[in-house]
């Protein structure tokens, strides 16, 4: 969970981050706990402030499921199946929808619909058989493949990290790798490949693939390790965003939320903390109801998940589209921006003030216009300039 996620979960559900850390969660500093290794250089390790959440997904589901089912307006439902909207008679709102629940078939009454179901959302198909109309889409294909395993590490309390990530390198290097301990105290390592450059799905061919990284220090750490799970293996074949929007019949009633709306490369780590802050945005929507000065909540909700969606859209895709695989559209200036990114990312190996920014960017907490302030601006004209200091392989302390 990003630190804007975790943000947004502890101000929906205060004390939760309590929770989560006594059911084995723990926090980290982005900077200083977490190592990242890019362009053939350790990121500069010290304490910025931003800190994320981490454990496995199915823990922190569990603590937030409990806390959702113990509010008093709602009913979950099990063995449920949508299987449709319902709509008035000139399809102007979306009256409820078609379910099925233990095989029997039947509408369910609704005021509001918020579509929350991921990636496989139906719902450009049914507005479409309804004769509304698709959302137009944006689409950058990468067919990413992951590769996931957990490890029982004997030598975790000798390791000088307790978080690693090894990235992928434009425009020819497409491997990467994110390792976590987690809750159980095993090594969570997921591996990665660009442009169908995937990773195994058996023992030697995982491993050798973890060899051939930018820095060998996660295949240290695992070579020789206890394997804790099979291997899991993923495909994510294209960054997707339905620019509902854009859609003038869309239901004023209807909202989508989340995946559904536009789904990431996982990698980045966006889309849990994505979906928590456009619950937020609703949220804010719902409570100035009385206040909309006419405009309707759809809008208003579409108007304020907007930003939020460009900038994670812009710092996932804008890394994808760095390789020349990479399928979409590109924008003008483009190939400007990722040369300055590329600074800003030779600047976090050794300035502190670009290595915050950049983390509070990337974890959601300021906008993506923080990293072109005139402060950030003037570090990467010189770089720019004078050039940086030599890539660092060298393992950085922890700071105290």
């Not at 945005?281 to 108007?303: E, I, M, P, Q, V």
Request: hydrophobic residues 40%; aromatic residues 10%.
């Amino acid at each position: 969970m990003l630190a804007g996620g975790f943000d947004a979960l502890k101000s929906f559900f205060p004390e939760i981050d309590d929770e989560l850390i006594a059911g084995g969660s723990w926090l980290a500093d982005t900077a200083n706990d977490v190592l990242w290794f890019n362009n053939q250089s350790w990121r500069m390790r010290c304490k910025v402030g931003v800190v994320g959440c981490i454990q496995t997904r199915p823990l922190l589901e569990q603590h937030i499921r409990r806390r959702v089912a113990k509010l008093p307006n709602v009913r979950p439902m099990f063995g449920c199946s949508v299987d449709g909207f319902e709509f008035d008679a000139p399809k102007s709102r979306v009256t409820g929808v078609r379910i099925t629940e233990t095989g029997h078939q039947k509408i369910l009454e609704a005021d509001f619909v918020v579509d929350c179901s991921g990636r496989g959302s139906r719902t450009p198909a049914w507005l479409a058989e309804a004769g509304i109309g698709k959302p137009p889409e944006t689409v950058i294909t990468v067919n990413v493949g992951y590769s996931t395993r957990l490890f029982r590490v004997s030598s975790a309390k000798n390791l000088p990290w307790r978080a690693m990530l090894i990235l992928n390198r434009p425009p020819h290097c497409t491997r990467l790798a994110a390792s976590f301990f987690v809750e159980s105290g095993e090594l969570l390592v997921t591996l990665g490949g660009l442009f169908r450059d995937y990773p195994p799905d058996d023992d030697a061919g995982f491993l050798k693939f973890a060899e051939s990284l930018e820095h060998r220090e996660l295949f240290h750490a695992i070579h020789d390790a206890e394997p804790a799970s099979p291997i899991a293996t993923y495909r994510f074949p294209a960054h997707v965003w339905h620019h509902y929007d854009r859609l003038k019949n869309l239901p004023p009633n209807l909202v989508v939320l989340g995946d559904a709306l536009c789904s990431f490369n996982p990698i980045y780590g966006q889309g849990m903390t994505v979906a928590a802050l456009e619950a937020q945005a609703l949220h804010r929507c719902f409570a100035s109801a009385t206040h909309s000065n006419g405009t309707s909540l759809r809008d208003r909700y579409f108007r304020g998940v907007s930003p939020i969606v460009k900038t994670a859209w812009a710092m996932a895709t804008g890394a994808d589209l760095a390789y020349a695989q990479a399928e979409g559209p590109r924008q003008f200036g483009q190939t400007a921006v990722l040369r300055y990114l590329n600074h800003i990312i030779g600047l976090t190996c050794y300035d502190k003030k670009v290595l915050t920014a950049w983390n509070q960017v990337t974890n959601m907490q300021r906008p993506l216009s923080a990293l072109f302030a005139p402060s950030v601006v003037a570090r990467v004209m010189g770089r720019s300039i004078v050039g940086g200091p030599p890539p660092n392989s060298a393992l950085p302390n922890i700071a105290t």
